[in-house]
């Protein structure tokens, strides 16, 4: 999930300045009733990767809306370019995204039960595991006492040999083409009245049809608000279990960084 990890944006409790009982609570600073044609961009910056995401789209930015999405992905292991259809409600979001996968160094392992991190690396010789794939991502969100319970499903379809297993980037564990399953859910703590800061943790569960086993991860997750427009995120998923002993660089789920919103109405 990069962010789209935890799907949509954990629910905020009502804001101090709201706080008369006969106020709507306030979820977000995006906030808002009005719908209007809109261009905005979305860029997350972090250890180590970028990932800005440009949406043309109808309703309220960041909060309820459908749009075309265009996305470019880098890390320190591999690039996507993404084009897709969203439709975001203010708890639910709905994404549809064909990408192409370029990785630095990966490549197609040679059939086995087990993999380590030497045999999907491409300076082990090989060929470079470049693939589509065609995804969709349904996120649902859900205030919970002081916080919110956030669960994600991603369906994948990889358009590779399927007698050819490949690493998947994005659910960083080696799948059988053409299909694989992330699933991930959790709870974050809302800290404070206005719950500008949240803690809680997540568990991952990644279905491998044709592998001898499936993986299963689990961490802690940690969002800041820092601005309406900014928001710093620190996720670590480490492997429970799994047929794979890919190690920490890539078996494991992990990002730190900070994501900021710009969003243009007509």
Same mark, same amino acid.
């Given at each position: 999930?990069?962010?789209?990890?935890?799907?949509? @944006?954990?629910?905020?409790?009502?804001?101090?300045?709201? +706080?008369?009982?006969?106020?709507?609570?306030?979820?977000?600073?995006? #906030?808002?009733?009005?719908?209007?044609?809109?261009?905005?961009?979305?860029?997350?910056? &972090?250890?180590?990767?970028?990932?800005?995401?440009?949406?043309?789209?109808?309703?309220?930015?960041?909060?309820? =809306?459908?749009?075309?999405?265009?996305?470019? !992905?880098?890390?320190? %292991?591999?690039? #996507?370019?993404?084009?897709?259809?969203? @439709?975001?409600?203010?708890?639910?979001?709905?994404?549809?995204? &064909?990408?192409?996968?370029?990785?630095?160094?990966?490549?197609?392992?040679?059939?086995?039960?087990? =993999?380590?991190?030497?045999?999907?690396?491409?300076?082990?010789?090989?060929?470079?595991? *470049? =693939?589509?794939?065609?995804?969709?991502?349904?996120?649902? *969100? +859900?205030?919970?006492?002081?916080?919110?319970? !956030?669960?994600?499903?991603?369906?994948?379809?990889?358009?590779?040999?399927?007698?050819?297993?490949?690493?998947?980037?994005?659910?960083?564990?080696?799948? *059988?083409?053409?299909?694989?399953?992330?699933?991930? &859910?959790?709870?974050?703590?809302?800290? &404070?009245?206005? #719950?500008?800061?949240?803690?809680?943790?997540?568990?991952?569960?990644?279905?491998?049809?044709?592998?001898?086993?499936?993986?299963?991860? +689990?961490?802690?997750? @940690?969002?800041?608000?820092?601005?309406?427009? /900014?928001?710093? !995120?620190?996720?670590?998923? !480490?492997?429970?279990?799994?047929?794979? %002993? /890919?190690?920490?660089?890539?078996?494991?789920?992990?990002?730190?960084?900070? /994501?900021?919103?710009?969003?243009?109405?007509?």
């Amino acid at each position: 999930m990069g962010l789209g990890l935890l799907g949509a @944006a954990p629910a905020r409790a009502e804001s101090p300045e709201r +706080a008369d009982d006969d106020a709507p609570k306030r979820y977000s600073a995006w #906030q808002s009733d009005r719908a209007t044609p809109f261009v905005s961009l979305a860029t997350d910056l &972090g250890i180590v990767y970028a990932r800005p995401r440009l949406t043309i789209g109808y309703g309220a930015p960041f909060w309820n =809306y459908v749009g075309l999405e265009v996305t470019a !992905f880098t890390t320190n %292991s591999f690039a #996507q370019p993404s084009i897709g259809w969203r @439709a975001s409600l203010p708890f639910l979001d709905v994404i549809l995204t &064909g990408r192409e996968v370029y990785p630095y160094r990966r490549r197609f392992p040679t059939p086995k039960e087990h =993999y380590d991190w030497r045999d999907i690396h491409l300076d082990t010789g090989g060929r470079r595991s *470049v =693939y589509r794939a065609i995804d969709l991502e349904v996120g649902a *969100v +859900a205030p919970v006492l002081h916080g919110g319970v !956030f669960l994600n499903a991603r369906p994948v379809v990889v358009d590779a040999p399927p007698d050819s297993p490949l690493y998947e980037e994005v659910l960083r564990a080696v799948m *059988v083409p053409p299909f694989a399953l992330g699933l991930r &859910g959790g709870y974050l703590y809302g800290i &404070g009245e206005s #719950q500008d800061w949240k803690v809680g943790g997540m568990l991952e569960y990644v279905v491998l049809p044709g592998r001898p086993a499936n993986v299963t991860r +689990a961490g802690p997750v @940690a969002i800041v608000t820092l601005a309406k427009s /900014l928001d710093g !995120f620190a996720a670590f998923s !480490f492997v429970v279990s799994s047929p794979d %002993s /890919l190690g920490i660089e890539d078996g494991t789920y992990a990002f730190l960084g900070v /994501l900021h919103r710009w969003a243009g109405r007509f």
